[in-house]
């Protein structure tokens, strides 16, 4: 390890504003990247199986 | 050959390599984007002349180089699905353009960033970054023509129509920092000839830019499931998956 202190690696040589804001802006992005179509294809399921759970629901009532 | 194509134009069959790929794909790329980014923020020295700042190379340039990269992928799918009328091709363009927009705006950040303490300004209009700036309306540009267009079709020619355009970007992005003045550093990883770069730094780089371009794949991957989800929801395979609750 470069660093010897906690203090060290937040502070960088007074460039650990810089460096820790790009990196914490990039997590940040690259984490919707990936959260976004995750939740989206969880919720079309989600949705698609209601539709037809009240489909076939409302065809049983029409049978009985 | 031919069988692979026919199957490639298979929502089923793609949905289903797709998550075969990412269950081992995913994890993969996020190992080795924290392997990339602790090794580059802690392991490396610091460079000679910039410091400490020069760490957000480890994640500037892998950002750039694929969001330059995804261009490609997505000017392709465009221009097979303009030609072919492929609809797989549509939706991996769609999938591709706002993980493009998402690269290159992190490339444009950390850029900017980058250059207040190193040029002592946020942001300049030099021929590379405003060159960057571009390619970020291009990818916003055909994610937000998607959804102008009530005709899906009339929307996926449009857009590819719109990327392959844009295509005339690229070669200027590459080559802006030899063309003109600029404040922009060269490339230091260079294919042909010596790299400028110190191996202690090339490798934790290497690694982080491999991520990315996993990263990438991944995201796009994830992108047309949920695209294949939506645009089937009215066929019998779409809704078996969803009558099982399978995610």
Sequence with gaps: ?64 | MWSFFHKLGSPPWLYGIAGSILRYLLPVTVIALVVGAVWGLLFTAPDFRQGNSYRIIYIHVPAAVVALAGYYVMAAAGAVSLIWRMKMADVAMKAAAPIGAALTFVALFTGSVWGKPTWGTWWVWDARITSMLVLLFLYLGVVALYEAFDNKEAASKACAVLSLVGMVNIPIIYKSVDWWYSLHQPASIKFTGESTIDSSMLYPLLLMITAFYCLFACAMLMNMRAELLEREAKTGWVRKLAAEGAH
Aim: proline share 2%; aromatic share 8%; charged share 20%.
């Design chain 1, 1 to 64: 390890m470069y660093f010897d202190s906690l203090q060290a690696v937040l502070e960088m040589d007074g460039h650990g504003m810089f460096v820790w804001s790009a990196y914490v802006v990039t997590v940040i992005v690259l984490v919707g990247m990936v959260a976004h179509p995750l939740r989206r294809r969880r919720r079309l399921l989600r949705d698609i199986g209601g539709a037809l759970r009240r489909e076939q629901g409302a065809g049983q009532e029409v049978t009985n």
